[in-house]
């Protein structure tokens, strides 16, 4: 009787050793501890070995190897036809996604040089197909431009991608880096695939300051109109940081800016302008509510630093879309464009 009621117990004290470390595995697949959680939160580029693809995703440095597939650049319908130039709506891909836009194509003898226009936040709920920087699309195509404006994922047509804002905010990057691999893949006729600039407005600024970091001989000139910082932390601090939603998602997947400061720097521009290429035009206003002019004097002078070639035009009064001096603006912007795409 004794011998039967030790074997018991010894069998139920191994059923229960068992049972719970079977639960402690679960647990911790479930939950792993801190240091597993944060492994690429804290470490910068050059941390781990395989280069920044393998450290983490979402940054720059991983855009610095991504092989990029834009292609399929696909006119549409005609969404209008001036005297000197023809709209269409087009589509191409990038990544896994399609994406959306359109394109102003000067009449004439082409080919002619062609400008990616990157527009500023626009809520997507309301946003359309080629909205913001309408002016610019049809000044630019009117003095011999083909005008590419690509809507980004999940804006019009284009495909959607429900990550975080922050991976968003990287993929429209990657989007207008496709935009152009489009152009360089296409076969239509009209396009001078040796001669592409870029601009950006505001948001499509910060974009356009990534996408010269990340690749940095993909452009040959680039204007950024009232952009903001190469800082991704002072756009955090400004526009997300009261969203307590954004905020609380970011903190769980990232950290934030005081806790994983590398992080932050792998996803700001201004840490790699040592590795920009093109000329560099920047415009902004004295009375721009929406972005500071301190933003593009930092920005100007943290350039010319590494080298690069910048110029900072200040407009007296001006707020964050140009008003009164817009035509100047523009005439510089296409001045400016001229001597690096047309005159080679």
């Known amino acids: 009787m004794f011998k039967n009621n030790k074997n018991l117990s010894l069998w139920l004290i191994a059923i229960f050793i068992v049972s719970g470390l079977i639960i402690s595995w679960r647990l911790f697949l479930k939950n792993p501890p801190a240091a597993v959680n944060n492994l690429n939160k804290s470490q910068t580029a050059n941390d781990l070995e395989g280069g920044p693809a393998a450290f983490q995703p979402v940054s720059l440095p991983a855009l610095f190897e991504k092989d990029f597939n834009g292609s399929n650049l696909t006119l549409g319908r005609v969404i209008l036809e001036t005297d000197k130039h023809i709209r269409y709506y087009i ?146 601090e400004r526009w997300l940081e009261n969203d307590s939603a954004s905020t609380a998602e970011i903190t769980q997947l990232y950290g934030l800016p005081n806790e994983v400061p590398d992080f932050w720097d792998n996803l700001s521009a201004e840490t790699f302008y040592q590795r920009i290429q093109a000329p560099v035009m920047i415009f902004h206003g004295t009375a721009d509510e929406s972005v500071p002019l301190a933003w593009s004097q930092e920005t100007l002078e943290l350039l010319k630093t590494v080298g690069v070639e910048a110029n900072l035009i200040i407009y007296d009064g001006e707020v964050h879309e140009f008003v009164n001096r817009f035509a100047d603006f523009m005439q510089s912007t296409k001045e400016f464009f001229d001597r690096q795409l047309k005159s080679v």
């Open 91 to 236: 589509t191409y891909q990038s990544g896994e996604l399609t994406i959306s836009g359109i394109i102003n194509v000067p009449k004439g003898e082409g080919p002619f040089p062609v400008l990616i226009l990157n527009h500023g936040h626009i809520d997507t709920s309301v946003y359309t197909n080629g909205r913001g920087l309408r002016r610019e699309q049809d000044f630019l195509a009117d003095n011999g431009y083909v005008v590419i404006h690509p809507d980004y994922r999940n804006h019009a047509d284009s495909g959607k991608d429900d990550r975080d804002k922050l991976a968003v905010r990287l993929g429209y990057v990657e989007d207008v880096i496709n935009a152009v691999y489009a152009v360089k893949n296409s076969a239509l006729p009209f396009l001078d695939k040796e001669n592409i600039g870029m601009f950006g407005h505001s948001m499509g600024g910060g974009i356009t300051l990534s996408v010269l970091v990340a690749q940095p001989d993909l452009v040959d000139a680039a204007v950024l109109y009232a952009p903001v910082s190469g800082d991704m932390r002072k756009s955090f």
